[in-house]
C-alpha cells in the first residue's frame, strides 16, 4: 500500500523541498486523519536525485508541512505528542514531477464532478506514482482550471498543476484536433509575441509551441525559427519555460534555435539525433520528454513499434 502525505506538494517557507512518504502502511488512513505533528523516524532522505541520502533520518511533519529534517541523534527535537513511524528500512523521495500530461479523457465538467470521483481519477494518474507536480500541455483551459482550483482548495487531493499555452504554426491546425475547434496560430514573431504576453497576463506558467504540426497525409507545419525566438524571448523574460512539440527534424531544429528549453517528444520515425543536436541541447540544458509509450501504440505491427521505442 502507498501512503502519500499530499500537503508537502504545498509550497512553504518553512522548507524548501517537498518529499513524499513511500511507505508499507496498514495505518495510512489512521494517520492521515490524525491532525497531530508526525514524526518519521530512521529512513533513508534522497533530498533529490543528485543529492547525497540522509540515512537514519528524522523527518518532522507538522499541519502538513515539513518543518524539520535532521538525524536520529537529535531525536529531542520530536515533540511528545507526534505520531512516531518507526521507516527503518524505508526510504522518503522527492516528489516527482510528469512534465506531460493532458486533463482530457475521464475529466470533462471538473467544475461539477464529486469530488471523490476526480480523488479517484487523480490517484490513477498521478498520486499514486508519488507526482507532486503536473504541467498539462493541451487541454481544455477552462476546465483545467476547474479543476486546480478543487485541488487548490484542498477539496481534491492533488498534485501542483502547471498549464502550458499553446501556440501553432499558421495553417497548422493538427489533423487529430477536430476541424471545428480553434487553435491560436502564429504567422509571424510580432503575433507569436501577442500571444504570448496574452497567456502571461491570463496566468499560464509556461508556453508549447507546436514547432511541427502532423496534418494526416499533408506535409507537417513546422513553425519558422524567428516565430520560436519571439515567443520564447517573451516568455523568458516572465521566467516562464517553454515547451515543444516537434514532428520531425525540422521542428527539432527550429525549436532549438529558437532556445525552447523542453522537448515535449522524440522523432523515432527520423532516426537518431545528430551529434550537433545533442551537443547544441546540452550547451543549452534542453529537457526531453520521451514519450515512450506513446510509440507503442502509434502503430500496431510490433516490429515497427519496437524500433520506434529504441530509437
Known amino acids: 500500500m502507498l501512503c502519500y502525505v499530499y500537503q508537502l506538494m504545498k509550497r512553504t517557507t518553512k522548507c524548501s523541498v517537498c518529499f513524499v512518504l513511500i511507505l508499507a502502511l496498514l495505518s495510512c488512513v489512521a494517520i492521515a486523519a490524525d491532525h497531530r505533528a508526525?514524526?518519521?523516524?530512521?529512513?533513508?532522505?534522497?533530498?533529490?536525485?543528485?543529492?547525497?541520502?540522509?540515512?537514519?533520518?528524522v523527518l518532522l511533519i507538522d499541519n502538513g508541512m515539513i518543518t524539520n529534517l535532521s538525524t536520529e541523534s537529535n531525536t529531542y527535537d520530536i515533540p511528545l505528542s507526534a505520531i512516531r513511524l518507526d521507516c527503518k528500512g524505508?526510504?522518503?523521495?522527492?516528489?516527482?514531477?510528469?512534465?506531460?500530461?493532458?486533463?482530457?479523457?475521464?475529466?470533462?465538467?471538473?467544475a461539477e464532478q464529486p469530488a471523490e470521483k476526480l480523488k479517484s481519477r487523480m490517484q490513477d494518474m498521478l498520486t499514486r506514482w508519488g507526482v507532486t507536480a503536473v504541467w498539462d500541455l493541451g487541454s481544455n483551459v477552462t476546465n483545467t482550471l476547474a479543476l486546480r482550483r478543487r485541488v487548490d482548495s484542498g477539496e481534491v487531493p492533488g498534485p501542483q498543476i502547471l498549464m502550458a499555452g499553446d501556440i501553432f504554426p499558421k495553417n497548422g491546425h493538427p489533423a487529430y484536433l477536430p476541424a471545428e475547434m480553434q487553435t491560436p496560430e502564429a504567422a509571424t514573431p510580432q503575433e507569436a509575441e501577442q500571444?504570448?504576453?496574452?497567456?502571461v497576463k491570463l496566468a499560464f506558467d509556461g508556453l508549447k509551441l507546436f514547432t511541427g504540426s502532423y496534418m494526416g497525409a499533408k506535409p507537417v507545419v513546422n513553425m519558422d525559427i524567428d516565430v520560436v525566438k519571439a515567443a520564447v524571448d517573451v516568455a523568458h523574460v516572465q521566467g516562464k519555460p517553454v515547451f515543444t512539440h516537434p514532428q520531425n527534424r525540422t521542428g527539432v531544429d527550429n525549436a532549438l534555435a529558437g532556445g525552447v528549453d523542453i522537448l515535449a517528444h522524440t522523432i523515432p520515425w527520423e532516426g537518431h539525433y545528430t551529434e550537433d543536436e545533442l551537443t547544441q541541447m546540452k550547451r543549452?540544458?534542453?529537457?526531453?520528454?520521451?514519450?515512450?509509450?506513446?510509440?507503442?501504440?502509434?502503430?500496431?505491427?510490433?516490429t515497427v513499434t519496437e524500433r520506434l521505442v529504441q530509437a
Do not use: R
Open 38 to 57: 508526525l514524526a518519521c523516524v530512521g529512513g533513508t532522505v534522497y533530498p533529490s536525485p543528485i543529492a547525497e541520502p540522509i540515512k537514519d533520518a
Open 90 to 110: 524505508s526510504f522518503i523521495v522527492a516528489g516527482f514531477w510528469n512534465n506531460h500530461a493532458h486533463f482530457e479523457t475521464g475529466w470533462q465538467n471538473a
Open 284 to 302: 543549452q540544458h534542453v529537457a526531453l520528454i520521451p514519450t515512450l509509450m506513446e510509440w507503442t501504440t502509434v502503430v500496431s505491427d510490433p
Open 195 to 199: 500571444m504570448t504576453q496574452q497567456y
